[in-house]
């Protein structure tokens, strides 16, 4: 079975400041990582993911994440973050094999000030 | 553009009255799954469709059940509404079971 930790409910950051969201998984099979994020009363929407090769992966709108087989974590970054990014943030795994089964974790509820 | 629709987003329904939700995907995705959000929690999966195969999860309550008539569509039945069931509902689908998933924006359900 797989289980997903965010370390952090709430991260309060100002404009323009950087941010990490931290995500630890547990997993016995290999398996994918997704972000996902969430703005209020929408879907979710995919972020990033890292299914295999370089364990750097990069979004269009400037996050990236760092899958660390050792650590077991797929932390989430962004240099700079606007007012616009305040959400919720999700992370996922699934098994890399067999069924897709999203495991989520908690939630990370990023709010940005000005 | 291709996407997956739910309707309504808003419902409102009494304690113990049938209550369904619609999906409908331009997506062509064999797979469809419906998952249950509560206030500040993460989803959580109650069931899946490959194709026509229904999939429940193990700690899925009975009283909720699902159909899917043709590729398009898929519906969540909530025979008797409690309290506790109120909640955001997210339905998404994927190309194949290995595939990623794209979520539509949601239903939130009230229970009075």
């Known amino acids: 079975a797989q289980s997903v930790t965010q370390l952090d409910s709430q991260v309060p950051v100002f404009e323009e400041a950087p941010v990490e969201l931290r995500c630890n998984y547990s997993s016995s099979v290999s398996v994918y990582l997704f972000w996902y994020v969430q703005y209020p009363n929408q879907g979710l929407q995919l972020l990033l993911k890292?299914?295999?090769?370089?364990?750097l992966v990069e979004s269009i709108n400037g996050f990236e994440a760092e899958f660390n087989k050792s650590q077991t974590s797929f932390h989430l970054r962004k240099p700079s973050v606007h007012i616009s990014d305040t959400a919720e943030y999700f992370c996922?795994?699934?098994?890399?094999?067999?069924?897709?089964?999203?495991?989520f974790g908690a939630g990370t509820r990023l709010a940005v000030h000005p | 553009d291709a996407m997956v629709i739910q309707n309504p987003r808003y419902q409102v329904t009494q304690f113990g009255k049938p209550v369904t939700l619609s999906c409908s995907q331009t997506l062509n995705h064999n797979v469809m799954y419906w998952y249950q959000q509560k206030s500040s929690q993460a989803p959580k999966l109650l069931f899946h469709y490959y194709d026509k195969d229904f999939n429940n999860e193990a700690d899925t309550p009975d009283n909720f059940q699902s159909r899917r008539p043709n590729t398009s569509f898929c519906f969540l039945d909530i025979r008797s509404p409690g309290l506790g069931d109120a909640a955001m509902y997210l339905c998404a689908t994927s190309r194949d079971r290995l595939g990623e998933q794209f979520f539509g924006p949601g239903t939130r359900l009230t229970v009075l």
């Open positions: 890292y299914l295999s090769g370089s364990t």
């Open positions: 996922a795994v699934t098994p890399s094999r067999g069924y897709n089964k999203l495991i």
